[in-house]
């Protein structure tokens, strides 16, 4: 593929939002020796790929211009020459990572040890909804909340924010693999859904209820998975168990100064900053689950490469329900 060109998206400084997304042609990326060059066959928008955009973090993106995105389902066409597992032809999918980027085009190189087969009984569009959103609701319930999916332990209370979006929906249904009891939150025109998830008790965020955070049948939550935002610790704490945890993912100046506060005095109630870190045999994992039935992807939207930006302003709005995907 060495100087073809191909259709990208990018953009060349922070912020513009979807407008500041410029259509491009430019060289098709060569893989290094651990990396695959992939045909981009689907790929899922998450908010993260719109924040970088706006400026969250001076040491993201790497460089401008930028091909935003990282999660992306496609086939090998080239190998690396040290990529032992791997060889063309292999449908598979993707964790590009936050610093590369590389997503919205219609070719990717990605890294041997975070690219896993797809197999024939998930769609590509299935799989692409995976990496980013799926990951950190497994990494948060497993690893922050110590559920074992397996359901072996003692059935804990878990309160899900946002349960209908992106990472909440696929929490709802890894939290139900591991015999927990949910109560998710989400806007009324969601309510069925999130129960045909799993969810076991739902309230909608826009009533004094769904404020309160209050579990309709009195539960204290073990373990918060914040997916939503602009929710105080202490709407949480009342609904606290004795050793309960919020895991918010999206901790703002407030949040990191209430885990301050709770680490200094010991307090048994607590907050937990998350920021995943997505890894290979989690993917592994959580497409499997997929294969097997055990685990869906809802998908909210689907848009062409050449309307890419409509998926950008669609994750920017904060309304989906699943995942929000964008094919070549
Ligand atoms: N820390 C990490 O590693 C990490 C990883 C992934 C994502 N995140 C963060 O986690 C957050 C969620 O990501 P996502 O991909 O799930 O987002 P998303 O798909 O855009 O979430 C949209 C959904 O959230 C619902 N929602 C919004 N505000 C709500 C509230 N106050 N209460 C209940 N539901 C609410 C919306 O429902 P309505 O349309 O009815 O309003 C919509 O269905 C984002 O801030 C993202 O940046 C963090």
Sequence with gaps: MAGK???????????????????VEVPVPAPKKDEVLLKIEAISVNPFDWKIQKGVSPLLPRRFPHIPGTDVAGEVLEVGARVKNFKTGDKVVAFLTHASGG??????????????IRPPEVSAAEAAGLPVAALTAHEALTKTAGIKLDGSVKQANIL?????????????????????????????RNIEFVKRLGADEVLDYKTPEGEALKSPSGRRYDAVIHCATGIPWSSFEPNLSENGKVIDLTPGVSAIITWALKKLTFSKK?????????KGENLDFVIKLVKEGKLKTVIDSKHPLSKA?????KSIESHATGKIIVEP
Excluded at 5 to 23: E, F, N, P, S, T
Excluded at 104 to 109: D, N, R
Excluded at 161 to 182: D, E, F, I, P
């Design 5 to 23: 060109l191909m259709h990208a998206l990018q953009y060349d400084r922070y912020g513009g939002g979807a407008a500041g997304l410029k259509h």
């Design 103 to 116: 997503a919205l085009a219609e070719f990717a190189v990605a890294k041997e040890s975070l690219t896993v």
């Design 160 to 188: 899900i924010t946002a349960a209908s979006g992106g990472v909440g929906h696929y929490a709802v249904q890894l939290a139900k693999l591991g015999n927990t009891h949910v109560t998710a939150t989400c806007g009324a």
């Design 270 to 278: 607590q907050l937990v900053p998350l920021i995943a870190t997505p």
């Design 309 to 313: 930006e409509d998926a950008w302003a």
